[in-house]
């Protein structure tokens, strides 16, 4: 059975909860499992220019930021919850947030890509990314030194034309990386968008926030329920 709009203890006196996160897929695929609980923004994020978005009836609004700043403002209790991708909770140094759910939305997957013939062995590896932390520990790990050349975007471009041997980025459905003649040569991780809450908000609001959260549960359980036929 669905979960009735007003569940959210505490909201209703008056206490409110700020929710950070990006407009876009991870936006969008996370007001159906808001829709699912029986929240409704207020206005449409997607058209309005307000960045800041009341939840109708809840005392919950939606703080519209860039998608790599939701950890900033999370850890620093400018907002309560946030929805941030995998990759970018990968990237963020920060440690004022606690990380309760996968949402299992905007699913992707971080990987490395280079052209199809094999990468040269002599010299130290140029890598071109966006996710500069993330691709030094995962070399690292492996014990490779690399060259991390830091780009803010179209990294598909970097081996086409010698600025890179190989790039890190996301993946969806390969179909950016094929246009461009670059394989998948390693998964670095499997991304999803997950809810994070600032650590001194579970303690002060503990009673919304714990309820909030287990509603977003029980919505991201019905969803792969419902999912579940067409697999
Ligand atoms: P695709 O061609 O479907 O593999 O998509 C690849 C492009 O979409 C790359 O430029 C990625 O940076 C971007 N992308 C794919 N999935 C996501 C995601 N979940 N969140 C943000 N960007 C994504």
Sequence with gaps: MRPQAGRVRGLDRGSTLAIAVSKGRILSEFRILLDRIGIKPA?????????VIPLKDR????????????????????????VAGKD????YR???????????????????AGKAEPLPRAGRLRVATKYVQTTRRHF???????????????????????????IVDLMDT???LKANGLVVLETIAEVSARL????????????SVKALIAELA????????????ER
């Design 140 to 166: 690292a790990q492996k014990g490779d030194q690399v060259e991390v050349i830091h780009l803010y975007g179209s990294m598909e471009l970097a081996p086409l034309v010698g600025l890179a041997d190989c």
């Design 59 to 82: 005392g919950l609004r939606l703080v519209i930021v860039r998608a790599a700043d939701v950890p900033t403002y999370v850890d620093y209790g400018a907002a309560d919850f946030g």
């Design 174 to 176: 390969g179909n950016t």
């Design 218 to 229: 029980e919505a991201v359980d019905q969803t792969a329920t419902d999912r579940k036929p």
């Design 88 to 91: 970018v909770l990968l990237e």
């Design 43 to 51: 206005e449409d994020p997607e058209t309005s220019r307000s960045l």
């Design 94 to 112: 920060g440690e004022g947030f606690y990380e309760p759910l996968d949402l299992d939305i905007a699913r992707c997957k971080l990987v490395v």
């Design 196 to 207: 994070i809450i600032n650590k001194a908000a579970m303690k002060v609001k503990n009673a």
